[in-house]
């Protein structure tokens, strides 16, 4: 029992594993992935293939059915493929989590609310705001109405706290998935309550909180003795008007004149922000703008703007329109005539149809702005009493001078008439509308964030009311079944969610199930027909509880599902003050987190965190670009995110600033400090890193751009001081981060992977990046990389390509040094043996012989020597230079003479003439045209010779040099034995000495290439030369890359194709080997033929089928 749970455990994590890396590869494409390409992608990118045959699937299709809250199947239309896409906003998963999350099984536990009320903001929260104003004070922009709010220009609002018992420490992102929400109690609130008290003069809060440099925002003390009082505004200044001449009529007001004009009959403050943005990557510069009118905001999103002045003329239109402002303005349509009864018919047939597209109403005060657009007129004066007299829709109450105009239901006429329509109830029941509170800061509990401009909550004030509904539902739903033969869209309704009742609305019926949105909660789940009952009229009594609102400041953030992500941790399942900072035309707030000692801003800490790029997790893949590689393998990738944007959005102005006023460069330079340095060869300015005040080469000193990663010398009239536009900038995150491919030992990469790796991957190709070892000591994080390559889209991995591109090269990379050898180099003994000679000779007679220690070899030789009259050893044969080393080493002559130090070239292969048919093996292959074969003949012959080696000389054979071979005798084309690290023993070829303790070698059995140490050779006998070289060099013939270079997918595919097998050839061509050193072997070109079935199969035309090569058979064929 215990061994089935503990692998029902274990099947458990692996689906959920395997679910998590499905959806990360799912996201990494905003189109989805077809289906018949999703196994391949899958691989790629994790390393191991989809197991849903180990899950019970017999296809991969019916296990992507299975999880609905991870990927969607979807058909692309006119028969097109099948298409995977990521499940963006999990339903019921959610749903469950939240219900679940949300119960409790004791009334007695105490209320859970905030601590506390935050302070309010005293001014707009706009980023970068010293940049902005001093760019637009440099313009020549006038400053705008009240754009800078202080504490003495007019009263703070007023703060209350709540009697809380206080939150939980703020929690971190949870990376599991799973309940892991704050519970808001259902206890009973104490009727004797402590009344709320005024809070005192503000004061600035110091951040501890770990995230760093938060612009908090201030904070009221604790404590407060004495209320605050209002300090008057002053009565604003009219100026005095001018006389108009005469002869022109005066010129319209401007939208934002009249927005003023409102402001200062009012006494209301009007501000105005203003950002940029790009509406595509290389797009031009746009503007977004936002006005405050007191308590009220508008927006010029989404329409886009080219100037900061017509942005902000676009957002004070739309204020104009909402406040009617339009009306009596000489700019203003023609009214509508409802002079008689055609008249008035025509227009409340235009209303009727107006209200007939929005099927959710439309509000009183949006219908004129609609009508204007549609009609090019303006509504009468007495607009909304003709529609409400000719019932043309149905209205609500009129409550804060606004009602909702809904379409008239298509009822029976019996019905219309009945009493209820009389007394003007809508068609369908519903509770009374859920009434803001007065005052600004409300304690809320967040239900569901759908984005940064859609986030719903509900008052915890009204937390009782709501379980107690609840629970009545349940009971009541448990004993009556009320169940509905037709449901209507737009009903709601009381449904069954994982066993709890809830009320929903009906948004939409497909396929025997129904989309619906919860009422109290704000999120969207998809059930079953059965489960949707009728929704009894006593559940009505309380309001719906979801409210929906969006954050300040945050709404271009919207679309990002980064954003999104963050901040569905940072608040969901939460309970937190709401600042509101308008009301009108959409609820906007910001969330605090009062839990900890410092108030957390939840907008200003999402903001922080979307600025700052970080390496996805390890179960998560990003999109990233590779902005620069430095010649040590450092990778400096950047993530198109919101950080980046908002950087270069603001470089962009600093550009243009300096190339407009021609300001002075740094008079003074501080190394670590951060300038705006003029790229070379442009007029465009990045954040450059002063590395070194020295003066190098022409006098410019050393940089690194921040934002790229780039290392360069710049001349110092090209840096300029970037304190002037603000600390903001310099304190903004770097936007590079640096890592490394993984599976690239440190100090192993040259310039020439430097220099494939930028031709591989230019600077604009979006990547897919996966983390696969983290930062340890200060080393960067060890990545992996994927890029998509024509013409079919395929995903590839940059690592596998680098490795495939460096080996078609014949350059490895290199394995990390070992120490050094204990013993002195060559140079150095014979030094050292010279001297001595010259000493004993000085000495006039030394004649004693010298001693010279026995190196057994293969016979058991020992030195020979003899000694002359005068003492000195000499050797009794002439020797070389060579052997004069050796000799000094202790090299017996024997030794030299087997070809230890002449290098006694191997055998090359002897291969038929052309057009005959040999056998062979397949044991290496980089692409079609450059693999490497053997005779399928010599293949014992090669495995006695190999077992030979590895027992000689893993015993006696390495007694000669027990430390390994001397540096000085290892020597470019000579062949020598070398330990590979599966520890056997091969047959290798010097073909490049690369500094005193790294040598270049081909193996000449198997045609692969290396880097080995002296440490890892020792000398060739003689009695392993008799076998020839058996490695070919060969290629295919009559074909050719389907594009310019090979594919590294089809050279992977092509190896997995041939490699380690036996195949017929034809040798259609025969040339000599230039590339390997071996004198006197061959390259051929071969037709390779499959023979292990009953029909033999051509490889170069069965590659050609399959799209990884052209094949082009010759004429004479």
Not at 701 to 726: A, I, N
Not at 828 to 847: D, P, R, V
Not at 934 to 945: M, N, R, S, V
Request: charged fraction near 25%; include cysteine; proline fraction near 8%.
């Amino acid at each position: 029992m215990r061994k089935n749970l503990h692998i029902s455990v274990e099947m458990e994590a692996l689906q959920e594993e395997v679910e998590t890396f499905l959806h990360s590869v799912l996201s990494c494409e905003k189109g989805g992935i077809p289906l018949s390409k999703l196994q391949e992608e899958y691989t790629v990118l994790i390393g191991s293939p989809i197991p849903y045959q180990k899950f019970g699937f017999s296809s991969l299709i019916d296990y992507i059915k299975s999880i609905p809250n991870t990927a969607a199947i979807r058909k692309s239309p006119e028969n097109g493929p099948t298409v995977i896409e990521a499940v963006l906003k999990p339903a019921t998963a959610h749903v469950s989590q939240l219900v679940a999350g949300q119960r409790t099984a004791s009334k007695t536990k105490p209320i859970m609310r905030p601590s506390r009320h935050p302070a309010p903001r005293t001014g707009p929260s706009v980023r970068f705001a010293g940049f902005q104003g001093k760019l637009d004070s440099q313009k020549g922009v006038a400053p705008t109405v009240a754009a800078s709010i202080s504490p003495a220009s007019q009263p703070p609002r007023r703060a209350y706290r709540g009697q809380g018992r206080g939150l939980s420490q703020l929690k971190q992102p949870n990376t599991r998935p799973g309940p892991r929400h704050e519970v808001p109690p259902r206890l009973q609130r104490p009727s004797n309550g402590v009344p709320s008290t005024v809070v005192a003069n503000s004061l600035p809060a110091s951040n501890g909180t770990a995230e760093p440099s938060l612009r908090a925002p201030l904070r009221m003390p604790r404590t407060a003795d004495s209320p605050l009082r209002p300090v008057a505004m002053p009565a604003p200044c009219m100026p005095p008007r001018m006389p108009t001449p005469p002869a022109s009529p005066p010129a319209p007001k401007t939208c934002r004149q009249l927005v003023e004009d409102y402001a200062r009959e009012k006494g209301f403050s009007v501000s105005f922000s203003a950002i940029t943005s790009r509406s595509s990557k290389k797009g031009p510069v746009v503007w977004l703008a936002t006005l405050k009118v007191d308590t009220q905001a508008f927006y010029s999103y989404p329409d886009e703007k080219e100037s900061r002045e017509e942005a902000e003329e676009e957002a004070a239109r739309k204020a104009i329109s909402f406040l009617g402002l339009h009306q009596g303005s000489p700019s203003q349509l023609p009214v509508t005539i409802v002079s008689t009864s055609k008249q008035i018919e025509v227009f409340v047939n235009r209303i009727k149809e107006l209200v007939r597209q929005k099927e959710n109403g439309l509000w009183s005060t949006v219908v004129p702005e609609i009508y204007q657009e549609q009609y090019r007129e303006s509504v009468p004066k007495s607009w909304l009493e003709l529609v409400k007299a000719e019932k043309a829709v149905y209205m609500t109450d009129m409550k804060d001078n606004r009602c909702i105009l809904y379409p008239e239901s298509p009822k029976p006429k019996q019905e219309a008439r009945s009493t209820d329509a009389e007394a003007g109830s809508p068609p369908c029941p519903v509770p009374d509308k859920l009434s803001l509170p007065e005052s600004n800061h409300w304690d809320v509990y967040i239900t569901y964030v759908a984005s940064t401009a859609e986030v719903y909550f509900r008052f915890v004030d009204l937390n009782d009311q709501y379980w107690q509904l609840r629970d009545d539902m349940e009971s009541f739903y448990k004993a009556n079944s009320l169940p509905i033969s037709e449901i209507d869209d737009n009903a709601t309704c009381a449904v069954n969610v994982d066993g709890n009742w809830l009320r929903m609305q009906v948004i939409d019926i497909q396929d025997g199930k129904a989309e619906c949105i919860s009422v109290d909660n704000g999120d969207i789940t998809i059930v079953p027909l059965k489960n949707v009952h009728k929704l009894d009229q006593k559940f009505l009594s309380l309001p719906f509880q979801a409210v929906h609102c969006q954050l300040d400041e945050l709404l271009e953030f919207a679309d990002d599902k980064q954003a999104n992500k963050l901040l569905t941790d940072l608040s969901v399942g939460k309970c937190l003050i709401a600042e509101v900072t308008a009301r009108e035309p959409v609820l906007t707030v910001i969330l605090y987190d009062t839990s900890t000692d410092e108030d957390v801003n939840l907008n200003e800490l999402l903001l922080k965190r979307l600025e700052t790029p970080t390496l996805p997790g390890p179960d998560q893949i990003a999109r990233v670009k590779l902005s620069h590689t430095d010649s040590r393998g450092n990778l400096y990738v950047q993530f198109s995110g919101p950080g980046l944007r908002s950087m270069m959005r603001f470089m962009d102005g600093v550009s243009s600033h300096i190339k407009l006023n021609n300001p002075t460069p740094a008079l003074s330079l501080c190394e670590s400090k951060l300038y705006a340095c003029r790229m070379t060869g442009s007029d465009n300015f990045c954040r450059a890193l002063l590395l070194s005040t020295a003066r190098l080469q022409e006098g410019k000193v050393l940089v690194r751009f921040v934002d790229t990663g780039m290392e360069t010398l710049v001349p110092t009239s090209d840096l300029y001081d970037l304190d002037v536009f603000g600390k903001d900038i310099a304190s903004f995150p770097h936007q590079a981060i640096v890592c490394r491919l993984a599976d690239v030992a440190l100090g192993t990469w040259t310039e020439k992977a430097t220099t494939l790796l930028r031709e591989m991957v230019p600077s604009d190709l979006v990547l897919l990046l996966k983390v696969v070892t983290l930062p340890e000591d200060g080393s960067p994080p060890l990545v992996a990389m994927f890029k998509r390559i024509e013409p079919n889209n395929e995903l590839v991995s940059v690592n596998t390509s680098l490795a495939v591109a460096l080996e078609s090269r014949q350059e490895e990379r290199r394995p990390k040094r070992a120490p050094l050898l204990s013993r002195l180099s060559s140079q150095t003994l014979i030094a050292e043996k010279k001297a001595e000679a010259a000493t004993n000779g000085a000495s006039g007679g030394c004649t004693s012989t010298a001693v010279s220690m026995p190196v057994p070899g293969p016979q058991g030789d020992a030195p020979r020597c003899s000694s002359t009259s005068g003492g000195v050893t000499t050797v009794a044969t002439p020797v070389s230079e060579l052997a004069s080393v050796a000799l000094n080493l202790g090299v017996s002559a024997e030794h030299e003479e087997e070809g230890l130090l002449q290098g006694k070239p191997l055998a090359a292969p002897q291969l038929p003439k052309v057009g005959s048919f040999i056998d062979i093996n397949i044991t290496e292959a980089a692409n079609p045209l450059n693999f490497t074969c053997q005779l399928y003949g010599q293949g014992t012959a090669l495995d006695e010779l190999m077992a030979e080696m590895l027992s000689f000389y893993e015993a006696e054979g390495s007694s000669a040099f027990p430390e390994g071979l001397p540096e000085a005798l290892l020597r470019k084309g000579h062949y020598y034995a070398g330990r590979h690290v599966d520890k056997s023993w091969y047959r290798v070829l010097v073909q490049q000495v690369q500094g005193p303790l790294m040598a270049s070698v081909y193996f000449v059995d198997y045609g692969d290439y290396s880097m080995m140490q002296p440490s890892e050779l020792q000398p060739l006998w003689q009695r392993f030369r008799h076998l020839p070289v058996q490695a070919i060099q060969a290629s295919l013939a009559d074909v050719t890359p389907m594009q310019e270079d090979w594919n590294p997918i089809d050279c992977i595919n092509f190896r997995n194709m041939v490699k380690d097998k036996a195949f017929v050839a034809k040798i259609i061509e025969k040339s000599p080997d230039t590339k390997t050193g071996v004198e006197g072997s061959e390259c051929v070109v071969l037709r390779l033929y499959d023979t292990s079935t009953s029909i033999d199969v051509l490889i170069n035309k069965l590659l050609a089928e399959r799209n990884i090569l052209r094949y082009t058979p010759r004429s004479s064929d």
